[in-house]
T-cell receptor, first 114, second 114 residues
Framework: DSGVTQTPKHLITATGQRVTLRCSPRSGDLSVYWYQQSLDQGLQFLIQYYNGEERAKGNILERFSAQQFPDLHSELNLSSLELGDSALYFC?????????????FGEGSRLTVL | GQQLNQSPQSMFIQEGEDVSMNCTSSSIFNTWLWYKQDPGEGPVLLIALYKAGELTSNGRLTAQFGITRKDSFLNISASIPSDVGIYFCAGPGHSGAGSYQLTFGKGTKLSVIP
């Protein structure tokens, strides 16, 4: 158990819909990262938050947004969903700004868009 | 952006055999990390390497940080069925403002035949 909690574990929805994925980091961790894992692309970095502020952006689509709340949990919002958005979405956390690279991953949220 | 190339993409081995996989980068990394993802789970950190030439072991796993800082190797000795999974190499990519995020290779999928 990494200590990172993600909900929901599975989500099935239709194209054009909007979903919200939730992540609770390990106790005390200030940084939260979102990654997308699809079959052909591996683990793609989406976005990082540190203590409530956006710190880094990766290959995140404009239809996607995220935020980190004062209690440090984070939400990833995916809107106008397309078939290609079907993937595993992982949240990870680290104690500081991730300089050491040691991230702790949750079990992921599997999104299926039909 | 930075790219990590892992090889082989997949491998099937007999239980008890040793395994070698590697990761190369188009740019220099100051840290190399190896993660393992079990089926249905998030990636878990196996070994972290922080110095060129460093050789680090974790049980039956041994990883090396290449002298050129552009490659790393992971060896698993005397494989067992629970070694099945996807092994990822990763390195921290600098994204400005003192912020880092991990770049992952596409993984090596290991299957162990009992």
């Amino acid at each position: 158990d990494s200590g990172v909690t993600q909900t929901p574990k599975h989500l099935i929805t239709a194209t054009g819909q909007r979903v919200t994925l939730r992540c609770s980091p390990r106790s005390g961790d200030l940084s939260v990262y979102w990654y997308q894992q699809s079959l052909d692309q591996g683990l793609q970095f989406l976005i990082q938050y540190y203590n409530g502020e956006e710190r880094a952006k990766g290959n995140i689509l404009e239809r996607f947004s995220a935020q980190q709340f004062p209690d440090l949990h984070s939400e990833l919002n995916l809107s106008s969903l397309e078939l290609g958005d079907s993937a595993l979405y992982f949240c990870a956390s680290s104690a500081a700004n991730g300089n050491t690279g040691e991230l702790f991953f949750g079990e992921g949220s599997r999104l299926t868009v039909l | 952006g930075q790219q990590l190339n892992q090889s082989p993409q997949s491998m099937f081995i007999q239980e008890g055999e040793d395994v070698s996989m590697n990761c190369t980068s188009s740019s220099i990394f100051n840290t190399w990390l190896w993660y393992k993802q079990d089926p249905g789970e998030g990636p878990v950190l196996l070994i972290a390497l922080y110095k060129a030439g460093e050789l680090t072991s974790n049980g039956r796993l041994t990883a090396q940080f290449g002298i050129t800082r552009k490659d790393s190797f992971l060896n698993i000795s005397a494989s067992i069925p629970s070694d099945v999974g996807i092994y990822f190499c990763a390195g921290p990519g600098h994204s400005g403002a003192g912020s880092y995020q991990l770049t992952f290779g596409k993984g090596t999928k290991l299957s162990v035949i009992p």
